[in-house]
């Protein structure tokens, strides 16, 4: 596995547990963010933080750090090609229910405003020129963002879909 997994939970379920994006990406340790892990279905509608496990003491750090998050419910470990891990698991926190369940449909444009200000509040998104302004675009269904696309792949997009792509649950899974 790469040093962080880039996927659609990344960019859009991790903002339920977190505060601000600087507090995984100073973590070490952190690979991903995800929502299903497909040998364990009966933990499906979690949400799951992979770490790459360490016996040093900023992995220990790292852990404690993410015990305290208020829907932490437990952790396991597993082993892949001989790199030892450590998925942290939480409970979908009740005010953000109906998000994560828009999330898996691709409705991201339909998350309540609260929602959307966390999403881009998590990741610094105050400017036009934020390198991940895309996720704005996506949230509000910008119509310059919807024109670009539209001319890129030669077809007029329906108002009524959203610009970005239905997760993909085969990377939306942490094993």
Known sequence: ???????????????????????????????GCFIKDNNKPELDNNIFILLRKSSSKGFSADF??????????????????????????????????????????????????????????????NTNNHKLIHIKYILYKDPVWRKKWEERIGAKIPESLDLHRIPEMENESCC
């Open 64 to 125: 404690n750090f993410l015990t305290f998050l208020p829907t932490y419910i437990g952790y396991y470990d597993f082993t892949s090609k001989s790199i030892d891990y450590r998925i942290m698991m939480y409970q979908v926190p009740v005010d953000f229910q109906k998000e994560y369940d828009l999330f898996k449909l691709g409705k991201y444009s339909s998350f309540k405003e609260v929602y959307k200000r966390k999403i881009l509040d998590f990741f610094g998104i």
């Open 1 to 31: 596995m790469p040093k962080t997994v880039s996927n659609d939970s990344l960019l859009f379920i991790l903002p339920m547990l977190l505060l601000s994006y600087r507090e995984v990406d100073t973590n070490h340790h952190f690979v």
